[in-house]
Structures are given as C-alpha cells and as structure tokens.
C-alpha cells in the first residue's frame, strides 16, 4: 500500500496526464499541425549550439574519471566559480564558488532550500498564481504553505495581503521572477517594499524570515525590462537558477541555488544545503553538463524566437477581444478567462483545438495561462480560430 501522503497526488497526476492525452488524442485526429498546444513550458528553442560544442570537445579532451566522476557534492569547484565570476560581473555581486551549489535544475534547488530551511509545521510563503508544484516541495518538509491572494489589477505582488499572511511560523517566502504563469517581471520597486516588510518582521519575530527567490526565467526578459538581482535588496535571500529555459536544457536538469554569505548563520547554510543536496538522493548535479554550462556561462538563447511570438499572440488576442496581462518575461501569456468558470473556457477552446491550461492549476481562477514556446507557425495559425473563439463571448 502507498504512503497516504501520496493519494492526493494520485488524482493530480490523473489530471495532468488526461490533458496530455487529450492533446495527443487531437494531434492524432486533425494533424499537429492543425493542434494549438499552448499548454506546455518545454523550449522550442533549440540550446545554443556552443553547449553541443562544448559538450563535444570536453569528451574528446578531458578525464573520463574527471567527467563521469562523482566529485564535492556541491559540484565541481570551477564550475561553480565561473558561474560565481559571471554572477559579479553581471550584478556587482562578490561570490565565490563556496556560495554555490550545483542543483538537479531549479526543482531540485528549491527542495535543497526548503529542506535547509523548513522544520515540520512552519510556513512558507508563496504568491497565487504560483507553480503548483511549490506545495509539494513544502509538503515534502512537512511545512504548511500559505498562500497570498493575487493582486488582479497589475499581477505585481499583492503586498498588503503579504502583510497580513506574516507571522511568528513564517519561515521562508518563494517569489518567481520573471513569472510563471502571468509572464510578469517584478519591478524592482516592487522588491524594495516586499524587503522592508521582510525586514521590519524578522525584527519583530526576532528571527530569520528567508526569501527564496525562484529565477528559471531570468534571462527571458523583454522590452528592456529588467529582473532585479534579489541578494543587492534583501540579506536572507536564495536565488534558485536553472539552465533549463534559459539555455533550453530541461531534460539535462541542470541548475544552481545561490547562498551569500550575508545570509544569516551562511557557513552552516551552505553545509546543510550541500549535505541536504546530496541526501535528496541527487548526490551532485550532473557532472557533464555542469562542466558544459560553466564553459557557456556567457551563452544566450534566440530571445528574438520569443519576443516574436509574444508580441504576435498578445496583440492577436487582444485584438480579437481579449484580456491580457501584457508578458513582459518568462514565455506565458495570462489571459483573463471571458467567463467566470475558466475551464469551461478551456473546454470551448477544445473546439477549436486550443489547447489552454486552466488557471486553477496556478491557484488562480478566472485565467488561462498559454505557452507560447512553440513554433511561431502554431501562433499564426491558432490567431483565427481564437478569433472564432472570441465571437462566442463578445
Ligand atoms: N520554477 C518554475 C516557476 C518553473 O516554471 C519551473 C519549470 O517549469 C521550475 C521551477 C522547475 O524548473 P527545472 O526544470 O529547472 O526543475
């Protein structure tokens, strides 16, 4: 018999998985190519082609001892110092390799915090709409998520309920910037004021309230907008990084969490998270994609793919009538649902083959969130059937 903890995820999964089949079972009737599936976050963009050559030539040059080894926990240490050098030239910052820890991506990142951090039954904090999965990792602690209500007018974080959810078990608070699923940067503004707040309560707690900043999206980030680098705001800050957007890597499951040594009690922080990294079972990240992605630390994706593919699905679909959040980051579009039960507006876009996840799924509902890491083909083509679409609503 399984564990009872995990029932609940049964039916998710069920959830999840009839989506994907639902998508697969349209794709074989009408044609891929006649199916709109804006409902997965998986690059369409191919991995810049330094990271093939890299990972080419450290086959051909380096130990095989070296590249199919285990080594320090945290990861090779110049690895880790590459990236600490690309981290300070880019944000002024004063890492060293001993503030980094090579993680199995993001996902991997978090759970290395949250188990650092969270003893059963203290809170963390995170902001609707949120990647669900956050609640599982906080769950894998035994720590009780809270959840902000969202500010619906800007999708910027809503502050005064932040305010209000704070309290002598908050532990730790998750942000994600840029946003998955409203496409959202925050403003740096915005970061000023949650670090105030953060300040003034871990004054009146009197202990440490520690902010994990979640940051896949980091260098997906349009129009000038600029992601602020939280550690400059906010000493008890993590930032989780993960090279699976940003270098479209997501089955390499390659990442890093950052610690500064301005975080409270750092040296056993980073012990613990280097000892919670390898009793999650990961051990290290994976050794040869560490040593690839150190070499391309300076390596981009194609940011224009994206931006034209934003820019095409925003303007279509407000033109045709709909409520966006204008994306500024990430690759989402939030879509305010034109009816208040937003799966059935995702069951309606099925006749079209849209394919939309429910808003729902982020602890948001009222909204879709769409995908647009697909082809720009597939953004063209699907502008006239969300134009049939629409003429149902206005
Ligand atoms: N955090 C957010 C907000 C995400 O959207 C994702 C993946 O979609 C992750 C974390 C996990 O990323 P990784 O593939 O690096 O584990």
Redesign the pocket.
């Known amino acids: 018999m399984i564990a009872k903890k995990m029932e609940p995820y049964l039916k998710n999964n069920s959830a999840i998985r009839m989506m994907f089949e639902e998508g697969n079972r349209l794709k074989a009737k009408y044609g891929a190519d006649k199916v709109f599936d804006f409902s997965l ?1 998986n690059p369409n963009v191919p991995a810049p082609a330094e990271i093939r050559e890299a990972i080419i030539d450290i086959l051909k040059t380096e130990e095989p001892t070296k590249i199919h080894g285990y080594m320090s926990n945290a990861g090779f240490p110049e690895v880790r110092a590459a990236i600490a050098e690309e981290l300070n030239e880019r944000f002024g910052t004063k890492f060293t390799e001993n503030n980094l820890i090579m993680t ?7 759970n290395v915090c949250l188990k650092t951090l969270v003893d059963p039954g203290e809170e963390v904090i995170v902001f609707a709409p949120y ?1 669900l ?1 956050y609640g599982a990792y906080v769950r894998n602690y035994d720590g009780v998520l809270v959840e902000v209500a969202p500010d619906t007018e800007t999708f910027q974080l809503n502050l005064t309920d932040f305010e209000a959810k704070l309290n002598e078990k908050t532990k730790a608070v998750i942000i ?1 910037n840029p ?2 699923p409203t496409g959202v940067v925050f403003s740096e503004e915005t970061i000023v004021r949650l670090a105030e707040i953060l300040k003034k309560k871990q004054k009146e707690y009197g202990h440490a309230i520690y902010l994990i900043s ?1 940051e ?2 980091r260098e997906l980030a349009f129009d000038g907008a600029q992601v602020p680098f939280v550690t400059k705001y906010y000493e008890n800050t993590m930032v ?1 990084y ?4 940003s270098l479209s890597l ?1 089955g390499e ?1 390659i ?1 890093y969490v950052v610690i500064p040594d301005e975080v409270e009690d750092s040296a056993d922080t980073i012990t613990a998270a280097t000892i919670a990294n390898r009793i999650s079972g990961c051990v290290n990240a994976p050794s040869l994609i560490q040593l690839a992605v150190a070499r391309c630390a300076r390596a981009k994706v194609d940011l224009e793919f994206y931006d034209r593919n934003r820019r095409t699905l925003y303007e279509g679909l407000t033109k045709c009538g709909f409520t966006c959040v204008k994306p500024e980051g ?1 690759f989402y579009l939030w879509v305010k649902s034109p009816v208040p039960d937003e799966k059935e507006f995702v069951n309606a876009g099925k006749k079209y083959n849209i394919l939309m996840v429910p808003g729902s799924s982020f602890a948001c509902p009222g909204y879709v969130r769409l995908a647009y890491c697909v082809s720009y083909e597939t953004i063209v083509n699907s502008l006239p059937e969300f134009e049939k679409l629409a003429k149902e609503y206005f």
């Open positions: 976050g199995v991506g993001a996902g991997s990142g978090l990647f999965e994600n946003h998955n979640d896949p999206y989780v993960s090279y699976s957007k997501p499951r990442g990430a």
